[in-house]
């Protein structure tokens, strides 16, 4: 799939801008902090209504300078899939009206960015929820930060692998939210049950639904995480000069049954899943009760790279063994395989949006990445240094110049 | 300085007290009611007195009504070896809108949720087995508490009590949206999901 248009309202450092754009590559040129990345921001939140960056969606919002009698951001984009069906997506970020607010001052504190936003999403003119916006279009971002899912904490790694699921299962999304809904109550009982007696029988009916939940959450990620496996052993040899083997190890906070996963059937891995999570938090529940927090299920999980080290062909984890150069192959390899994972399980082209990255790697791995971008049906790339691109890419590529919120053929 | 009449910031913070009216929506209110006919005024500040002074909760369903015991609870045409337990009185009126259930009506007030700060005991539950124990000639209970995280959690915990008790459950079908309110289900779901609903 490729976008045929994008528009900014009021984004980020955007007032205004309409930019219709064409298949295969086009390059944004610009020195840094002069809103490139707004634009690919832009497009990520059109694909997951998330911002690219764990951060606030209030700050996508541009403040300030609007004047507007209410701040908004609003971001459009048209798009084309390979069989001809178009679809149009439009997001409008509106800051909550805050319930219980003093009614004096108020005008001052829709303007304050903090707080909450209102997303209001249409997809072809007709209102949707956020989850149901997920998978109409699918898109991989590479950036800079990549890094920080090889060496950072568990959790980026786990929103990593949610927002490619969620793109791909659109049930994932809706079993996801559901088990964080499930518990923050079942957290709040807990705090609630240090002040008052214990109901085993409360207690039990968020077990119950924190399992049903929860066990597809572990079911979903571990296929993806075979699935990883296979494209990765392909994928990353090539990018080393078959100097290196590596492998994804999911590392589920419920322990998976002993038993081999190819010995049994799909259902019964499922019912193997719930069935160890129930006797897991059957054993917890002394503790649990003392720290007044659901301390196992998969917002516990964690993914770790396993490298091959050259000294003794062990597999060592990434995270401690891994040099910084060996950190982004490693994000590199993740990012190909998950273009190829959304090709095969979407049976569409995701969009590739290339945030500086070219200049962070050496020469084979450059070549690698820009012949994944020329395979792509739509890769929009953002950079400093054209220098950083082949003569043979740049000649296929549809140069823009950014500055200052303005974009020049 | 601020001058505006105390009336108005008055009228203004009482909107604002109600669910979803946030600060912007009290102010259209108030200034609409300002603008409006002297009669439309009074007719909602009698509407207003009558909800207060003319409702009671029936004792035996726990629904809103005029009189205790309530008009469903009275009328000897209904099934009485049935209870319907709802969460809202609201959803009563969804309900009786089909014309497919004869029962009796069980109205919670709420449904359990941690995060809020509702838990059984804050929901008519206790008065629920009460009437059980009294009422022994009650076949079936049908659980139709929204099909939403807070509804699934209230229906399971009222399953934990009352399968002990020995008296056949059913809950609704799940016809119904998934994170819906039964409030907002239209006749035809709703009908289907009575049909339809399953033993617990
Ligand atoms: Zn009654």
């Not at chain 1, 950036?143 to 904490?153: I, R, T």
């Not at chain 1, 999304?173 to 709040?188: A, D, F, I, K, M």
């Not at chain 2, 205790?68 to 209870?83: E, G, K, Q, S, W």
Request: charged fraction near 25%; hydrophobic fraction near 40%.
């Amino acid at each position: 799939m490729w976008l045929t248009r994008l528009a900014l309202t009021h984004f980020r450092n955007y007032a205004r801008l309409e930019l219709d754009l064409t298949p295969g590559v086009t390059l944004l040129h610009g020195n840094n902090a002069c809103g490139k990345t707004s634009l690919l921001e832009a497009i990520f939140y059109l694909a997951t209504s998330r911002s690219a960056h764990a951060g606030s969606d209030r700050e996508l919002i541009r403040w300030g300078a609007t004047v507007e009698p209410i701040p908004f951001a609003r971001v459009e984009t048209d798009l084309e899939r390979g069989n001809g069906a178009r679809t149009q997506i439009e997001i409008v970020l509106l800051p909550a009206e805050e319930k219980n607010s003093a009614p004096a001052g108020e005008a001052d504190a829709a303007r304050k960015p903090n707080g909450r936003v209102t997303k209001r999403i249409k997809v072809n003119g007709a209102p949707k929820r956020a989850l149901d916006l997920l998978g109409e279009l699918t898109v991989v971002l590479f950036l800079p930060e990549d890094l920080d899912l090889v060496f950072g904490s568990p959790s980026h790694r786990r929103r990593y692998l949610d927002i490619t699921l969620s793109q791909i299962d659109p049930r994932y999304g809706r079993t996801l939210l559901r088990y964080n809904q499930v518990l923050e109550q079942r957290n709040s009982l807990l705090r609630e049950f240090r002040e008052r007696a214990v109901d085993p029988h409360e207690l039990a009916i968020w077990d119950r639904q924190l399992i049903e939940a929860g066990t597809y959450v572990i079911a979903r990620r571990t296929e993806t995480v075979e699935r990883y496996n296979n494209l990765i052993a392909d994928i990353h040899p090539r990018l080393t000069d078959q100097r290196e083997i590596l492998r994804l190890a999911y590392q589920p906070s419920v322990p998976p049954e002993n038993v081999a996963p190819t010995a049994v059937g799909k259902e019964l891995r499922i019912a193997g899943i719930a069935r160890r999570f129930a006797h897991e938090i059957e054993a917890m529940r002394p503790r649990e009760l003392g720290a007044a927090t659901t301390l196992v299920g998969p917002h516990r999980d964690d993914l770790r790279f396993m490298i091959e080290r050259a000294a003794d062909g062990q597999m060592v984890d990434a995270i401690t063994y891994a040099s910084r150069g060996q950190g982004r192959t490693i994000a590199l390899s993740l990012k190909l395989a998950e273009v190829a994972l959304m090709r095969a399980e979407t049976g569409e082209d995701p969009v590739l949006l290339l945030d500086d990255v070219m200049s962070e790697l050496d020469a084979p791995r450059r070549a690698a990445l820009a012949q994944a971008v020329m395979d792509a049906a739509q890769a929009i790339i953002t950079t400093t240094d054209l220098a950083d691109f082949s003569p043979d890419l740049i000649e296929r590529a549809r140069v823009w110049h950014v500055c200052d919120g303005e974009i020049l053929e | 300085m601020d001058t505006t009449p105390r009336a108005v910031t008055r009228l203004i913070e009482e909107f604002h007290r109600l669910p979803g009216v946030g600060p912007k929506t009290a102010q259209r209110l108030t200034f609409y009611l300002l603008r409006a006919p002297k009669t439309q005024a009074h007719a909602l500040a009698e509407a207003l007195v009558q909800l207060k002074d003319h409702i009671v909760t029936c004792a035996l369903c726990q629904n809103i009504a005029e009189e205790n015991p309530c008009a469903i609870c009275r009328d000897d045409a209904r099934d009485r070896t049935l209870i319907c337990v709802v969460e809202e009185p609201l959803d009563v009126l969804a309900i009786e809108r089909t014309r497919e259930y004869h029962g009796l009506y069980h109205v919670l007030h709420g449904a359990i949720s941690p995060v809020e700060g509702i838990g059984p005991e804050d929901l008519r539950i206790g008065e629920l087995l009460t009437r059980l124990r009294r009422e022994p000639g009650i076949a079936e209970i049908v659980l139709a508490t929204n099909p939403n995280l807070e509804g699934e959690a209230t229906a399971l915990y009222l399953e934990r009590l009352i399968k002990p008790l020995g008296i056949k459950l059913t809950r609704l079908a799940r016809g119904l949206p998934v994170g819906g309110d039964l409030e907002y289900a239209d006749e035809v779901t709703l009908t289907r999901a009575l049909e339809g609903r399953r033993e617990v």
